[in-house]
Structure formats: structure tokens, C-alpha cells
């Protein structure tokens, strides 16, 4: 069964850097658009930003200048690059991907189950 797999977060003191990976575990034949999320302790999920299957990315404000979302389409893989982290970013990042099993076939929204990122003062 195809899951949809964060990876790199972990514990960072401010100014610091992460980056977050979102691959799928399986066969597939792509990953189309891909959002980022993420949820805060005791706040709602927020959305951090996407990236269409052409490479057209959007930030959220709280972001802008300091997270690029990417992707690797020959390794069917989308990062979230994590600069000047603040405490503030703490929060679990979920990654949704539309995924394409086989060629011409229909997108089907996954979720991944989260990955942590703490950010010390």
C-alpha cells in the first residue's frame, strides 16, 4: 500500500536550518501538486505552501524569504528548505500530494504523517 512519507525534521536552534523531504513509499507513476502544512501546538493547520507539477510554487507571508519548496520529479520527491527557523516554526509538517498511480490515470489525494520540527531560542 502506497504511503506518502515525510522525513527530515528534528530539533534546531533559531537561525538554523532544516530541510523536509515528501516521497512516496511504493509505486507510483508521479507526485502532481504537493501542499505543505503545518500545525502548531493548540493552533489550527496552517497551510505553508505549494508547488504545482510544473514547479510554480506559493509561500504563505509567514514564510516568504525563508522556506523554498522544491521537488525532484525524476525521484518523485518535493523538499520544503527551512531557513532562519524561529521558534515559532515549531509545529508538525504534513505533506499532501495528489498522486498519480499510472500514466493518464486519476490523481488521488494523500496525506503524510507528519514530521516534528522544533525550533529552540
Known amino acids: 500500500q502506497v504511503q506518502l512519507v515525510e522525513s527530515g525534521g528534528g530539533l534546531v536552534q533559531a537561525g538554523g536550518s532544516l530541510r523536509l523531504s515528501c516521497a512516496a513509499s511504493?509505486?507510483?507513476?508521479?507526485?502532481?501538486?504537493v501542499g505543505w502544512y503545518r500545525r502548531a501546538p493548540g493552533k489550527q493547520r496552517e497551510l505553508v505552501g505549494g508547488?504545482?507539477?510544473?514547479?510554480?510554487?506559493n509561500h504563505a507571508d509567514s514564510v516568504k524569504g525563508r522556506f523554498t519548496i522544491s521537488r525532484d520529479n525524476a525521484k518523485n520527491t518535493v523538499y520544503l528548505q527551512m531557513n532562519d527557523l524561529k521558534p515559532e516554526d515549531t509545529a508538525v509538517y504534513y505533506c499532501?500530494?495528489?498522486?498519480?498511480?499510472?500514466?493518464?490515470?486519476?490523481?488521488?489525494?494523500?496525506w503524510g504523517q507528519g514530521t516534528q520540527v522544533t525550533v529552540s531560542s
Open positions: 499532501n500530494a495528489n498522486l498519480q498511480f499510472y500514466r493518464w490515470g486519476p490523481l488521488e489525494n494523500y
Open positions: 508547488i504545482t507539477r510544473d514547479g510554480n510554487t
Open positions: 511504493g509505486s507510483i507513476f508521479s507526485i502532481n501538486s
